[in-house]
C-alpha cells in the first residue's frame, strides 16, 4: 500500500498491474503506487473499488477528476503532474485543474444544478443496483 497521498489504480489484468508498475518506478514514483485489479464492469467491484481507494486517499474527488483527464496519455505524462497535486494539494476544498492551470469554477461544466442532478442520478442508479456488503 502506497503511503499517504500515494496514488491508486485498478486494473483488469496483473500484467497491466505490473507494467503499470514498472512505468512508475522508472518515473519515481513506484512507492506511491497502489495497484487493485479489479473488473470495472462490475457494479460490486467497483463499490470494492470505491472503498479501498476512498479508505487511503482522502482527496480521492480532485484524483478521480484528474485520472479521467489523463485517461489517454501515457504514464511518463500523467505520473509528474499528478504526483505534484498529490504532493501540494490545493488549499481550496474544490480545485479545477486543466493542464496544470487552475479553470474558473464558473464554467459551465462545473454548474452546481448539473452537478447535484448527476449526483441524485447517480444515487439512484447504484441503489438501485447495489448488494448488500
Known amino acids: ?14 500484467e497491466r498491474g505490473a507494467r503499470l508498475r514498472a512505468d512508475a518506478e522508472q518515473a519515481g514514483a513506484g512507492d506511491r ?3 487493485l485489479r479489479a473488473d470495472l464492469s462490475s457494479i460490486a467491484e467497483n463499490d470494492r473499488v470505491i472503498d479501498h481507494v476512498t479508505a487511503r486517499h482522502p482527496a480521492i474527488d480532485a484524483l478521480v477528476k484528474l485520472l479521467a483527464r ?13 504526483s505534484g497535486l498529490l504532493d501540494t494539494p490545493p488549499l481550496q476544498p474544490l480545485t479545477a485543474v486543466d ?4 479553470a474558473p469554477l464558473t464554467l459551465r461544466t462545473f454548474d452546481p444544478a448539473d ?3 448527476l449526483a441524485r442520478l ?7 443496483r447495489r448488494t448488500p456488503r
Open 33 to 35: 503506487l497502489d495497484f
Open 70 to 82: 489523463f485517461a489517454a496519455r501515457s504514464i511518463d505524462q500523467v505520473v509528474p503532474p499528478l
Open 99 to 102: 493542464r496544470g492551470r487552475t
Open 122 to 128: 447517480t444515487e439512484e442508479f447504484l441503489t438501485s
Open 1 to 14: 500500500m502506497p503511503p499517504p497521498g500515494g496514488a491508486g489504480t485498478g486494473g483488469s489484468s496483473a
Open 115 to 117: 452537478a447535484r442532478r
